[in-house]
């Protein structure tokens, strides 16, 4: 089993930027496409972003433009940077890893998930 663990939510104000990270066990890391989704209470979980093994990335338009994610291969870790942060990005946020070098927006694609990270923006 590949283990996540999400790391670097809390609470910021309106316009505060943060910076997740989720460092990975897999041992096929670098072959693996990463993706970051969010789930509100009550929301389906949505698709934020993701990175392939040659470190394209493909944004959802709610968040293309604010939010980066990075892979970092050598530590075995993929980051999201989000910046502008806005009350409506108050979310749990979850790191995914599919066993395929692709990217894909749906959530079924993804093999391993962390446990999430809360974020949380106050107005």
């Known amino acids: 089993q590949v283990v996540l663990v999400e790391s670097g939510g809390g609470l910021v104000q309106t316009g505060d930027s943060l910076r997740l990270s989720c460092p990975s066990s897999?041992?096929?890391?670098?072959?693996?496409?990463m993706g970051w989704f969010r789930q509100a209470p009550g929301q389906e979980r949505e698709f934020i972003g993701s990175i392939n093994r040659s470190r394209g990335t493909l944004y959802a338009d709610s968040v293309k433009g604010r939010f980066a994610v990075s892979r970092d291969n050598a530590k075995n870790t993929v980051y999201l940077q989000m910046n502008n942060l806005a009350p409506e990005d108050t979310a749990v946020y979850y790191c995914a890893a599919r066993t395929s070098p692709f990217i894909s927006t749906e959530r079924d694609a993804y093999n391993f998930w962390g446990q999430g990270t809360q974020v949380t923006v106050s107005s």
């Open positions: 897999a041992r096929s890391f670098s072959d693996y496409a």
